[in-house]
């Protein structure tokens, strides 16, 4: 998902040549072929429910495979408008994961949290029931853009923003009750996903044109300031992690949900470059749009440095005998 939307949004800001973006949609789809085959692999052995479904909490995790098969389809059709028969399935395979199943195990998980007392460990992940609704949103728009209704796009995004609206009160009561928290670490990666959920909510009425532009605007602004109140958060961490870990132990341990900033920064850059502002605001945005695509590329080093790093510490070497 990180890696798409940095082909979906940020690759037209780079001179990047043709046939190199097309190189890269092809990297993208086979990313995905792997994924799949995990999840496959997973089903097969019966260890599906296990790895993805007993936790009420990490479940919501099933929201990236949607939004990951939107990004997918959206590069595409934005890159290679010609594969419309690899992205018609694939479209339509994700509208049975989330309609079919998704949106409905989010809905009892809310109430398993509710109810089993899980309050206390959700973090950012919670987001990804509304990311996954707006990509669905996103998807269509790019893909059928003159049958696709208008009220399925108000549906889902209304929908999406329900789910919001309850994950964001989850979070504040979890932070909000008088506790001693130690930031290096029980602050989420996946907390940044507060400000990229309106991103990609903002993206999806934008090019949808299910509501009023004004709303962009608005839910831009509460983007951008839940964008500086978490990265503020995110440097005190990376300090304290620094003083009670170093710097190998401390910020240089790869973890998955470490993927997620690349998707919020990414939505964010995407939101930023279509929102129309004046005054203070479009300096911010003008300093945004030169800044965030160079934040996404050593993000994606970063990233990629430590997966590799940590895929060579975890394969076993067996020595020829």
Known sequence: MGVGVFL??????????????????????????????????????????????SDPINSFAIGTWIAGTSIVCNVIVLWL???????????????????????????RQFIRIWREKYLYKV??????????????????????????????SQT???????????????MIYKYARPQQLNIADHWSNTNCIIHGVMSISGVAIFISGAFPSYEVVMMWTWALLWFIIVEVIELIRIHERYKQYGLVKGLGQYHVSQWARNFTFGMLYVLTSLVEVDGLLAIIQNLLIQTLPWMLVLLLVIETSLLFNHSVKTTDYHPVA
């Open 8 to 53: 979906y949004g940020i690759l037209l800001f780079f001179d990047v040549s043709l046939w190199l973006r097309h190189l890269f949609v092809v990297t993208l789809i086979l990313i995905w072929l792997l994924t799949s085959l995990a999840i496959t692999k997973s089903v097969i052995h019966k260890q599906f429910i296990q790895i993805h479904l």
């Open 81 to 107: 408008p010609d594969w419309e028969v690899v992205v018609i399935p694939l479209a339509l395979l994700n509208t049975v994961m989330c309609g079919g199943g998704y949106v409905g195990l989010v809905v």
């Open 123 to 152: 973090h950012g992940i919670l987001f990804l029931s509304t990311v996954s609704t707006q990509s669905i949103v996103m998807m269509y728009t790019h893909l059928i853009p003159d049958i696709w209704p208008i009220i399925l």
């Open 156 to 170: 889902l995004i209304v929908i999406g923003f329900v789910f919001y609206m309850i994950s964001f009160l989850m």
